[in-house]
């Protein structure tokens, strides 16, 4: 499952045809999947006051940067996130996957 994720936004975010990813077309359907439980539109659930469900929510500029960068997976702070180390750190956790 992380492998699959991981690879999916490395694709979309790093891939030279960044600029023809739509988000709701390519993005959006892997953020439901995988990230909605807890950054979805359920107001109650949301972890972090974090909406990827809406394209401003999933561009957003936070304070430690933003969440994703198109053409640049290193850059973007979900990717950083799915594809760290530390099981205390990496998304989604793995008590949900």
Excluded: W
């Excluded at 999916?8 to 045809?17: E, G, I, T, V, Y």
């Excluded at 950054?39 to 561009?59: K, Q, Y």
């Excluded at 936070?62 to 750190?89: F, K, N």
Aim: hydrophobic content about 40%.
């Amino acid at each position: 499952m992380k492998f699959r994720v991981v690879f999916a936004f490395s694709f979309l975010l790093a891939s030279s045809a960044a600029a023809q990813v739509d988000f709701q077309r390519d993005v959006r359907p892997i953020l439901a999947t995988n990230c909605f439980q807890c950054h979805g539109p359920d107001e109650a659930a949301r972890e972090v006051e974090l909406r990827l469900d809406t394209e401003d929510g999933a561009f957003e500029e936070r304070p430690s940067g933003r969440i994703i960068v198109p053409g640049s997976a290193e850059q973007s702070l979900l990717y950083q996130r799915i594809s760290h180390e530390s099981e205390l750190v990496r998304m989604p956790p793995a008590a949900l996957t």
